[in-house]
C-alpha cells in the first residue's frame, strides 16, 4: 500500500524546455527546475537530462524542505505532447518531437527511479492539474481548454479523468468553427484550431494587414515585422480597428466551440489556459457574454467559464496530478491467498 | 440488499403513447403495453391511467412466465421528456406535455408502487438501454444520436451514464453545423437540430420544392400534399435530383456533428436511433466515410458508428436500465454501527 499524502515528481517533456518539480499532495511545487530541450540531441540525451533534472529537482525539494531527509518522492508522472500511448506508457511520435518514435518512457522511469511511473498527453495532464489543484477545485465535470501554438484540452468529467476509446481524451482543437473556412492541422478545415491558436491569431492578422493596401484604412499592426497574438489583444485593446475585428472574430469562433462544449457535457465549469488567455478580459467578458446567451438554458445556468490558476507550472503540476491517479488506482490483486508459491 | 437480478418496472411517458413493460435483466421485455397519452385528460388522470398500465404489465408479465407468481418487480423507471429534474423527481414542464409544470413523478411513484422509483430525461435514458441491452453492449464510451421530430441523445461515458450539471446530460441537437443558417429550438441558429430532425428534413424538402417553380426542373416531392422526411429518403434512394441534395445536405451536417463529438469524447461507439435513421444505409454509409475522413486519425480508429437496436422499445428498455441504475447504487451507509440506538 503506497501512502498517497506523499510528494510525487512532474516531468513535462515540452518541445522548447524540460521543466520538473515535486509536487505535494496540496498541489505546491518544491524544487522547480527547467532548462532547453535541444530537439537536436535525440531522446536517448534527453531523457537522460530529464532524469538527471528531476533527481535534482528532488534534492532541491529536499533542501527546501517539501522531503523529509530520507523521504523519497512516492511516483513519477510524465506530461507530454501526443502522440502517445498513455496505456502502454510509450511516446509514439510527439508531433513536437521529431524522431521520437517509440520511447518507452514509462519502463525507462521505472528503471531509473524504481518507482510507479504514469504517462499522458500534456493537454490531459494539464486539464487534470488545474482540476485537482488550480481552477477546478471541487468541481465535478470540468472541461479545460488551452489556446497557445495550437489548441488542445481535456476534461474531468463526474470526477475521472477523461481518456477516451484513443487514449487522447478529446481534441478540441478539431471543433468545427466555421464549415469549409481554413484549413488546419488533421483533415478538416473551419476548425477552432484554424482560428483561435496563438499562431492563427498572428496569420489572420498579417493576413487583414496584407488586404489593407489600397483600402486607405491603416493598423498599427502595419508597423510590425512580425505580428504575435500578444500584438493583436494588445492592438484590439489600444482600440485599433483591424485587431478589434481579428480579436472580434476570434472570441465569436471560440464561443461557438464551447457553447458546442457546454451543450454536449454540461459541465460544472469551463477552464481557459494557454498564452492566448493572457489577454484575460478582453477574452474572457465578450466569451462568457457569447456562450451564455447561446447554450441551452440549463447548461448555460449551470456553468462557469473561468481563467487557468496554474500558469507556467501547469506542466509539472499536470504531470504530479497525473502521477497522484497513479497512485489511487486499485493494486493488482495479491496472488498470495490465491495461489501457492511454486 | 436488493436483488439486481430481479425484473424492474418500465414506464415511458410520450407526448403521443404511454407504453410500459417488464424489464428483465437480460433487457427482454415482457408484458408490453401501450395506449394514446390524451394530453387533453391532464396529468392526474394520465398519471393514474399510466400507473394502472403498469399494474396491467406486471400481470401480463407473470401470466408470461416473465415474473414468478408471487414475485414482484424491484423497481421502476419512468422516462419522460425534459425538462425535468431528474435528481429530485419532478417533471418540470416537459415541452411535449403542456401543463405538467410541477408532477413529483418519483414520489407519486413511490407511493404507488412501494418500490424505488427513479427518473431520467428520455434521450439519456434510451442510451443507457441501448449501452446495457442494445448496440452498445460491451462498450465503454458510447455515444447516442436520437433523429426523430428533434435531436437529442445521451452518452456513457467510461460505463458511467453521462448525467452533467445541469442534468440533461447533452443536447446534441444544439451543436452548430452552420453557424448563422437555419433557426431552431433554443437560442443557436444553424444547429444540427435544424437541419437532421425527420422535422427540419420535411421542411427543407418542402422548400426546395416551393423553390422549383420556373427553374424548369422537377421532383416527384412535388405531387405529394405534405412531405415527410420518410419521403425525402425514399425520394433519394429512387434518385429523384431534389430529394438528393436535400438527403446529402442533411447526411454532411450531421457528419459534422457526429466528427465533433468524436473528436471532443473520442467514443468507442456513436449509435444512431429514431424515425430518420429507418433510412438504414442511405444513411449510414456515407456518414461513416464522412465521419471517418474528418475526424482525428486515433479517434476515427478507436469508433465505430452502428443503428440502435432496440426500435421501439427504446423507451421501455430505457427506462427499465435506469431502474437497474437505482437499484445497483450504494445504499446509504448504515448507521447501525456507527451510532447506538437511543
Redesign the interface.
Given at each position: 500500500m503506497v501512502a498517497v499524502g506523499r510528494p510525487v515528481l512532474g516531468l513535462d517533456i515540452g518541445g522548447t524546455k524540460l521543466a520538473v518539480g515535486v509536487v505535494s499532495a496540496d498541489g505546491t511545487v518544491s524544487g522547480f527546475l527547467a532548462e532547453p530541450t535541444r530537439r537536436e540531441e535525440g531522446h536517448e540525451v534527453i531523457v537522460r537530462r530529464l532524469f538527471d533534472l528531476g533527481r535534482r529537482s528532488i534534492e532541491t525539494a529536499r533542501a527546501e524542505g517539501a522531503l523529509g531527509a530520507r523521504e523519497d518522492v512516492a511516483a513519477v508522472g510524465v506530461s507530454c505532447g501526443g502522440?502517445l500511448d498513455a496505456r502502454a506508457g510509450v511516446l509514439t511520435g510527439p508531433l513536437h518531437l521529431p524522431g521520437w518514435d517509440y520511447v518507452p518512457i514509462v519502463q525507462l522511469g521505472t528503471d531509473e527511479f524504481g518507482l510507479p511511473v504514469a504517462l499522458e498527453n500534456d493537454a490531459t495532464a494539464a486539464a487534470y492539474g488545474e482540476y485537482r489543484f488550480g481552477a477546478g477545485r471541487g468541481t465535478?465535470?470540468m472541461v479545460y481548454l488551452t489556446l497557445s501554438t495550437g489548441v488542445g484540452g481535456g476534461a474531468v468529467?463526474?470526477g475521472?479523468l477523461?481518456?477516451?476509446?484513443?487514449?487522447?481524451?478529446?481534441?478540441?482543437g478539431?471543433?468545427?468553427?466555421?464549415?469549409g473556412g481554413r484549413p488546419g492541422f488533421?483533415?478538416?478545415a473551419g476548425t477552432l484550431e484554424a482560428y483561435a491558436s496563438g499562431t492563427a491569431i498572428a496569420e489572420r492578422a498579417t493576413e487583414a494587414v496584407a488586404a489593407l493596401g489600397g483600402t486607405g484604412r491603416s493598423s498599427v499592426l502595419s508597423a510590425l515585422s512580425k505580428i504575435r497574438a500578444e500584438d493583436v489583444s494588445a492592438a484590439a485593446r489600444d482600440g485599433d480597428e483591424l485587431a478589434r475585428e481579428v480579436w472580434d472574430e476570434t472570441v465569436d469562433l471560440l464561443a461557438?466551440a464551447v457553447?458546442?462544449?457546454v451543450?454536449?457535457?454540461?459541465?460544472?465549469l469551463v477552464v481557459l489556459g494557454g498564452g492566448v488567455t493572457r489577454a484575460g478580459d478582453l477574452l474572457l467578458v465578450p466569451l462568457r457574454a457569447a456562450v451564455l446567451?447561446?447554450?441551452?438554458?440549463?447548461?448555460a445556468?449551470?456553468?462557469r467559464i473561468e481563467l487557468a490558476q496554474l500558469g507556467d507550472l501547469v506542466g509539472v503540476v499536470g504531470a504530479g496530478a497525473i502521477a497522484f491517479d497513479k497512485l489511487a488506482e486499485p493494486s493488482p490483486p495479491s496472488t498470495l491467498t490465491s495461489a501457492p508459491a511454486r
Open positions: 502522440p465535478s465535470t468529467i463526474n475521472q477523461h481518456r477516451g476509446a484513443a487514449g487522447n481524451g478529446g481534441e478540441y478539431q471543433i468545427s468553427v466555421r464549415p488533421g483533415n478538416r461557438s457553447t458546442d462544449l451543450d454536449i457535457l454540461e459541465p460544472d446567451s447561446a447554450a441551452m438554458p440549463p447548461a445556468a449551470a456553468v
